[in-house]
């Protein structure tokens, strides 16, 4: 079946501008994980979803940042003012469950902020 | 100090050589995983254990919740095994991952 989807999987914009990242995760699946991995460094959380329960947003750098889920599928990070240090890869992930469950990563966006 | 960290940080090793990455964590957990990341940047989860030992083809995962401490071992490495091995943990009372740094594997034919 088809797994985690992300798009674009590039994107460069110049600093100021806002994006819109896009995740459709695996059909079914309740939980839904932003994270980012900035050049050479490690996985970060960002935002985690759980069916209709409110989001946890813990690892939100900022307010520049935000994320929705609608109809508990296709989930959009908005980035605003981006600022060159958002440049990364951000990745989405999703789980049949609880992060007790094995998660499925999609291919991720490449965010570069000129 | 990292909640999450794994040795060593870079490995290189022979074709067939048997492969140890640990990871060693400072928190109480529900979980762990091993994630593999390849050269083009896609993560692959290989492991979720909570206690134990998994094994899946030439890949086995242990860990030790007393300890706190996991390892992830390849047997007959293969240039394939090449990639960045990611070890993450589900502190207790939450469900979102916390990373280690990841150690990179080399494996030369």
């Known amino acids: 079946g088809a797994g985690v989807s992300q798009s674009p999987s590039n994107k460069v914009t110049e600093k100021g501008k806002d994006v819109e990242l896009r995740c459709d995760p695996i059909?079914?699946?309740?939980?839904l994980y932003w994270y980012r991995q900035r050049l050479g460094q490690g996985l970060e959380f960002l935002i985690y979803f759980q069916g209709n329960s409110a989001p946890d947003k813990s690892g939100l750098p900022s307010d520049r940042f935000s994320a929705e889920r609608t109809g508990g599928s296709v989930s959009t990070l908005t980035i605003q003012r981006t600022q060159q240090e958002d440049s990364a890869v951000y990745l989405c992930?999703?789980?049949?469950?609880?992060?007790?469950?094995?998660?499925?990563f999609g291919p991720g966006t490449r965010l570069t902020v000129t | 100090k990292n909640e999450v960290e794994q040795s060593p940080q870079n490995l290189t090793a022979q074709e067939g050589e048997f492969i140890t990455i640990n990871c060693s964590y400072s928190v109480g957990i529900s979980a762990l995983h091993w994630l593999q990341q390849h050269p083009g940047g896609g993560i692959v989860s290989l492991f979720m254990l909570s206690s134990g030992k998994k094994k899946h083809g030439r890949l086995i995962a242990t860990i030790n919740i007393q300890e706190k401490h996991s390892s992830l071992h390849i047997t007959a490495s293969h240039p394939r095994d090449s990639a960045v091995y990611i070890c993450?943990?589900?502190?207790?009372?939450?469900?979102?991952?916390?990373f280690g740094t990841g150690t990179r594997l080399t494996i030369i034919p």
């Open positions: 992930a999703s789980s049949s469950a609880t992060g007790f469950d094995e998660q499925y």
């Open positions: 993450a943990v589900i502190p207790w009372g939450n469900e979102k991952l916390t």
């Open positions: 059909s079914g699946h309740t939980a």
